[in-house]
């Protein structure tokens, strides 16, 4: 076991040194350091406070289990100060760098078996232990599987982690919307009972899929879209067919940790006795088969950075198309989508909208699917929500993605627990007048059908026009709401210095460089929204607590991640 307390870190910015850039999160960029008085390489975390919305609870969690870990395969901070409006947090530097980052670079099509064994293994005992000491981590990823040069596996980031002992307000955070959607347990998104530890081994699922294929499943999907098919779907997992090259004990390590019911998840513990963990290896073949001959870190994620940034200004070129360079965004997409409310509540108002612009090509999937149900007898629409999963399961195994490309299906299907779920987030506007309005499309109305109509009737009065007016217009938005989402999509822009590498050096309180544009989170959320809200929507930010808002279809009530003051 390490115990760095023995060393006193400096909880002053200027006995740092900063170099280049090594990673970047959601509300952070990640650099290497030089700790002077220590003369000891380091990775220091800068959070620019002022960017993380109402989630300085999260921070300080973050913050604070970091510095109380203490498992070889957990990382754990070494120290965290305030410099200027930034939070740093100083942790031992992985030369390594993520497992995402490690495939990204030289396994896009994910890693062997026995390598998967190895790393998983060790995530497995990192949540072991963080579960028997009351941790649900909550953010399992191959973004937060960091390998050190040895090859040692430390799990990261406790950006949401949550404490199951705690009560009163932590405890209220078991019950909120956090984690990143691909990852994200079906419980979690639900929010109808809460969650627990088991939340983790359905992240740890998705983890041993994205480290089999390179990227996770429902990944080149928008957030509420993968809402929408984890709730839906049948669960991923490793194809007969498909998966050939991994074995049968990989294949029902993966099912029994992605049943929906967490209940029937195994536990951390129970888990780690799995058969296919009799596969794992040693550290140095870790490192020998997937570190050896990669360059450094810092020059692997400067060439990433490029790389994106080029099929960016590709894409551009290529489709000259707003819409389909912010799916290109979304494709790219690697992981953190917080669930902060004003995130969400944009979501839910533009998933319509995302997919009326959405292209030809999805459009001909979803028919081709209908097609495939008509064949067999069944009419899409009238399939029930769990037949049709289980149909989406049986007939298409690419991730179960091509099944719900057309929203307007998915929605004419959508369960009612998926609708609970959003009421969690949500005050869906429940109005019984809906009941005597026009059938929506001219057909009987499901629950969700009904729900669209309501909330579009509710965007509609808000417009100050007759309801009537609309009413005719399938589902369509109303006129003055398309221009705007469109402005959003066109809102997708890059700074001129978003791709620049600055060396920096830490000097106490003095300006330091904000976070830059972050390139690798092009799928989130959170950028695209928070761009969309600071440049093009100022008024998303008289959602305080408690205030109710229409926005798009949704009457939303934001009843909780009211900011608290923070102390670091
Ligand atoms: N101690 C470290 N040593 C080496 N690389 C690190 C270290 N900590 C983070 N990184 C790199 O920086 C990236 C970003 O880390 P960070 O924890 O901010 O974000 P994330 O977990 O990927 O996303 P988020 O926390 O926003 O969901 C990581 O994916 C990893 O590649």
């Known amino acids: 076991m ?99 980052h490690i495939m990204k670079y030289a396994y896009p099509e994910g890693f062997e078996e026995p390598v998967i064994a190895t790393l998983l293994r060790e995530v497995l005992k990192a949540l072991v232990y963080l579960h ?42 078991r019950n909120t919307f956090v984690g990143t959607p691909c990852w994200m347990a079906p419980e979690v998104m639900q929010q109808l009972h809460g969650y627990d530890f088991k939340a983790d ?18 990944s080149k999907h928008p957030p509420m879209k993968v809402l929408l098919m984890t709730l839906q779907n049948a669960p991923p997992g490793l194809d007969y067919e498909r998966d050939k090259r991994f074995s049968k004990s990989f294949k029902d390590m993966v099912a029994t940790c992605l049943v929906k019911d967490p209940k029937k998840r195994p536990t951390s513990e129970k888990l780690l006795k799995h058969h296919f963990f009799k596969n794992a290896r040693t550290s140095d073949y870790l490192a020998y088969t997937i570190l050896h001959g990669l360059p450094p870190l810092g020059e692997r994620f400067r060439v990433l950075k490029t790389k994106e940034a080029d099929l960016l200004v590709q894409n551009k070129i290529l489709y000259e198309d707003k819409e389909q360079l912010s799916k290109q965004e979304y494709i790219r997409g690697v992981s953190a989508w917080n669930f902060d409310l004003e995130d969400l509540k944009s979501q839910a108002a533009l998933i319509q909208d995302y997919e009326e612009v959405s292209n030809a090509e999805e459009r001909d999937e979803s028919r081709k699917q209908r097609d495939r149900y008509n064949v067999v007898g069944l009419s899409a629409e009238r399939m029930s929500a769990e037949t049709a999963s289980n149909s989406i399961a049986a007939t298409n195994q690419e991730d179960g993605l091509s099944d719900l490309n057309d929203l307007e299906s998915s929605l004419a299907s959508f369960p009612i627990k998926p609708l609970q779920a959003l009421k969690g987030c949500f005050d869906i506007g429940e109005d019984d007048e809906c009941a005597n309005r026009p059938n929506w499309k001219g057909v009987i109305r499901s629950e969700s059908e009904q729900f669209i109509t309501m909330s579009s009737r509710a965007m509609d009065q808000d417009a100050g026009r007759n309801v009537d007016e609309n009413s005719g217009q399938s589902s369509s938005l109303p006129r003055q709401v398309i221009p705007e989402y469109k402005k959003f999509l066109s809102s997708l822009l890059i700074p001129d210095n978003a791709f620049s590498l600055k060396k920096v050096t830490g000097n106490g309180d003095r300006d330091f460089p904000q976070p830059k544009f972050q390139s690798e989170r092009n799928h989130s959320g959170p950028l ?36 608290k003051a923070m102390a670091v």
């Not at 191959?142 to 009163?168: E, P, W």
């Not at 808002?549 to 991640?561: E, I, P, Q, S």
């Open 132 to 173: 028997t000491h009351g941790h649900i981590h909550r953010d399992v990823k191959a973004g937060n599987i960091l390998i050190d040069s040895n090859g040692a596996v430390k799990l990261a980031d406790y950006g949401v982690s949550a404490c199951m002992f705690d009560t009163g307000d932590r405890q209220r955070s």
């Open 2 to 100: 390490e115990h760095p307390l023995e060393k006193r870190y400096p909880v002053n910015a200027k006995d740092y040194n900063l170099y280049e850039e090594i990673g970047e999160g959601v509300s952070a960029t990640v650099y290497r350091a030089l700790c002077s008085p220590l003369n000891e390489i380091v990775a220091i975390k800068v959070l620019d406070l002022e960017k993380c919305n109402n989630d300085l609870d999260g921070i300080r969690r973050e913050v604070q289990t970091m510095s109380l870990i203490d498992h070889p395969n957990v990382l754990r901070a070494h120290c965290s100060f305030t410099a200027g409006h930034n939070l740093w947090v100083v942790m031992p530097y992985m030369y390594g760098g993520s497992c995402l």
């Open 528 to 563: 695209l929204y928070r761009l969309r809200r600071e440049t093009n929507n100022p008024s998303s930010d008289d959602a305080s607590e408690g205030a109710v808002v229409r926005r798009g279809r949704f009457k939303v009530t934001a009843t909780d991640l009211s900011p």
């Open 201 to 218: 081994i359905w992240s740890f699922g998705i983890t041993a899929l994205e480290l089999a294929h390179g990227h996770a499943p429902f």
